[in-house]
């Protein structure tokens, strides 16, 4: 992996204990202030304020996140991380919760050399069902 693809990675898994861990303002610091998220197919949020209210509503569940593998292409100041995730968690009655996907986020170099997020998508998966399937 060349340095720019593991600092790259490095952003993503950054991002990713520190939701983990409720540390909110590391995981808003991964993005672009205007980043574009999506917490749920099609309706991908730009508002930081809502982004930083989803995260916490997310980690209420006390999400456990473990990635399949990363698929990571840099092309001059841009990048894009692809991963599959499972993710365990509790729901707020104590039952099991698990989910999985497939992340997709493009990441851009700032001035200051850092990589941070512009779009996450992490459920790009469902394209390949056969529901999503135009016809």
Known sequence: ???DEKQVLA???RMTAALQNGDFDTVMNAYEHNAV???EPGRPISDPTI???TFKQWHAMSPRFEYAGHDVLVAGDLAV???PWTMKGKAADGASIER???SVAVLRR??????LMVMDNPHGQHLLQPAA???
């Open 100 to 102: 999985s996907g497939l």
């Open 110 to 115: 700032q001035s200051d050399g850092r990589w």
């Open 51 to 53: 982004v930083r209210a």
């Open 37 to 39: 998220v999506v917490f």
């Open 1 to 3: 992996m060349s340095h």
């Open 81 to 83: 991380h692809i991963a």
């Open 11 to 13: 952003t993503v898994e």
């Open 133 to 135: 399937v135009n016809r």
